[in-house]
Structure formats: structure tokens, C-alpha cells
């Protein structure tokens, strides 16, 4: 079984930029944990990544820890789902990528609805494993739903202020 175990840190300035240009994503839910086409909190969810497509299936999340299978499918296809099957807004952003410590964090520059967040996130191989916290993190954000990018997507971060979060 595939896992995923993550931790997700607010970005609290830019020292983790270098000039480098980083991959333009825009993703949609086809399904997330607590609709009615959703089955035992999985979310199904369909990405475009620079020129790749992808779906992926993620399971309900218990800690840092859950199930995800992804699976490449033909961009024209990622494009067609996203147009016709998800809910908008979209999710969209801008993914870097940054070493450090012998680890890769991504780093996700959020636009449109979700302009002004920036998180980063960090695939361990345990739930325990040490991590070197680069200086540009702030707050862990690993366990708070609302940044989740399924979460994201029904209430994006420029909502946040105008109603209950």
C-alpha cells in the first residue's frame, strides 16, 4: 500500500528563493472526504503539472499519515476533467523545489483564490523522522485541515477573513 507521510509548514518569508522558476499546477477535486461521492474519506483529486496529467486517490488522513495512489493519465484528458468534472475555483499555484539538509521540500506559491498563501511540505519515509527545520519556516501546519489543498479548493484563503474558519 502506497503512503504518504507529510509535514506542512507556513512559509514565513522569501529566503527560500534563488531566481529559479518553478512548475505551474492547476488541480480539482473530483471528489473529497465528506461529499457524497467520496467513500471512506478518500479524495480523488486531478492535477496538471506543467505538461503532465496526473489523478491521484488519497486516503483520510490520521496525523501526518494516509494512503495515496497517483497515476499519470494524458494531459489532454487532466485538462477535460478539470474543465468539465471539478468544481471551481481550481486550485493553482506555483511549485518549487528547494534542498535542504539532504531533504526536498516543495514549495507551493498559491495564485488566484489563494493568492498570498505559501506553504511547504516535507515527504518523510516515517511519521518520526527528524527533520533539519530550514530558517524561512514558521508555523507547522501539518494537522489543520484548512490547509489542505482539497480544503483549499471549497474555501480558499482569501475567504478565511470573511466568515468562520
Known sequence: ???EIERKFIVRNDDWRDGSEGLFCRQGYLATSGSSASSAGATIRVRVMGEQGFLTIKGKQQGITRSEYEYPI???????MLD???????????????EHAGLTWEIDEFMGENDGLIVAEI????SDQAVSLPDWLGQEVSEDPRYRNASLAKKPYSEWGRRDS
Open 1 to 3: 500500500m502506497a503512503k
Open 74 to 80: 494524458p494531459l489532454e484528458d487532466a485538462n477535460a
Open 84 to 98: 468539465e468534472f471539478c468544481p471551481w475555483p481550481l486550485v493553482e499555484k506555483v511549485r518549487y523545489e528547494r
Open 123 to 126: 515527504e518523510l519515509e516515517h
